[in-house]
T-cell receptor, first 116, second 116 residues
């Protein structure tokens, strides 16, 4: 199956700092990537959809100025949490799909963000 | 509106018992896909099955089986002869053709606890 990686797997930062999370498709071209957020004991909630070379589409209630998404290449999307606060502490998961994945999306292993 | 309901928050069983997880979905689209994912304590999502709306055949894969019934909008999942390694959170999810193909709407998840 197709492989998606995320880096870092976990990060701890101070309140007010920015954190960048990378999502890479290792063996296929990811024309579309999705970013999800999961709070403890809760389900995954879609934050945004990004298509390569285009601006991301954010779900209702997600602050686009706070969660900056860049999908500049067919193998890499980044999520930057700007001026992070403790309430942004969560598990962030990306998924990717492309023309060779037959409508299936592949998930990264997730990034656990803790903001102190 | 698209919605996935997993009414069971947690199910506890003793090893070798069977366990059935319920999933009820809502969508106005006639073309959609349903999924089941497993999320062990590590957090990484494990894909279990994808079923499209035109294929109502039940499926069996080892100890796993799925019952898809469009008449009741349900896509239930059964683990036969459960094992401790089956302990995880299981998510049912839905994606639909209209709007952004590929966006996943997840259910709340069901925690399965299998004790020896």
């Amino acid at each position: 199956g197709a492989v998606v990686s995320q880096h870092p797997s976990w990060v701890i930062c101070k309140s007010g700092t920015s954190v960048k999370i990378e999502c890479r498709s290792l063996d296929f071209q990811a024309t579309t990537m999705f970013w999800y957020r999961q709070f403890p004991k809760q389900s995954l909630m879609l934050m945004a959809t990004s298509n390569e070379g285009s601006k991301a589409t954010y779900e209702q209630g997600v602050e686009k100025d706070k969660f900056l998404i860049n999908h500049a290449s067919l193998t890499l999307s980044t999520l930057t949490v700007t001026s992070a606060h403790p309430e942004d502490s969560s598990f962030y998961i990306c998924s990717a799909t492309g023309p060779t994945t037959y409508n299936e999306q592949f998930f990264g292993p997730g990034t656990r963000l803790t903001v102190l | 509106a698209q919605k996935v309901t997993q009414a069971q928050t947690e199910i506890s069983v003793v090893e070798k018992e069977d366990v059935t997880l319920d999933c009820v979905y809502e969508t106005r689209d006639t073309t959609y896909y349903l999924f089941w994912y497993k999320q062990p304590p590590s957090g990484e999502l494990v894909f279990l099955i994808r079923r499209n709306s035109f294929d109502e055949q039940n499926e069996i894969s080892g100890r796993y089986s799925w019952n898809f019934q469009k008449s009741t909008s349900s896509f239930n999942f059964t683990i036969t002869a459960s094992q401790v390694v089956d302990s995880a959170v299981y998510f049912c999810a839905l994606t639909w053709r209209t709007d952004s193909w590929g966006k996943l709407q997840f259910g709340a998840g069901t925690q399965v606890v299998v004790t020896p």
